[in-house]
């Protein structure tokens, strides 16, 4: 199965989400935060590991995203 990790800026989380929900419709496994991190989850192990894992790497460019230093580093 195709994964896909997509790196974006919270600001954008509703296009972002809209997009993740098609990818998921169209069978894909989609990785976003919101979806996957847990209380207590090492943030930064898991993006690591989500984007060594992942098939392809989806980046949401917005002026935003470009601002983000969280998007910087992933």
């Known amino acids: 199965m195709v994964s896909v ?18 990818l998921v419709k169209e069978n894909l496994h989609v990785w976003i935060d919101k979806w996957q991190l847990n209380f207590g989850d090492s943030l930064i192990q898991k993006v690591q590991d989500a984007i060594s894992e992942a098939s392809v790497l989806l980046i949401m460019l917005s002026k935003k995203s470009v601002e983000s230093e969280w998007c910087k580093k992933e």
Do not use: G, P, R, T
């Not at 990790?5 to 929900?21: C, L």
């Open 5 to 22: 990790f997509i790196s974006y800026s919270h600001e954008d989380s509703k296009i972002v989400e809209k997009i993740a929900k098609y």
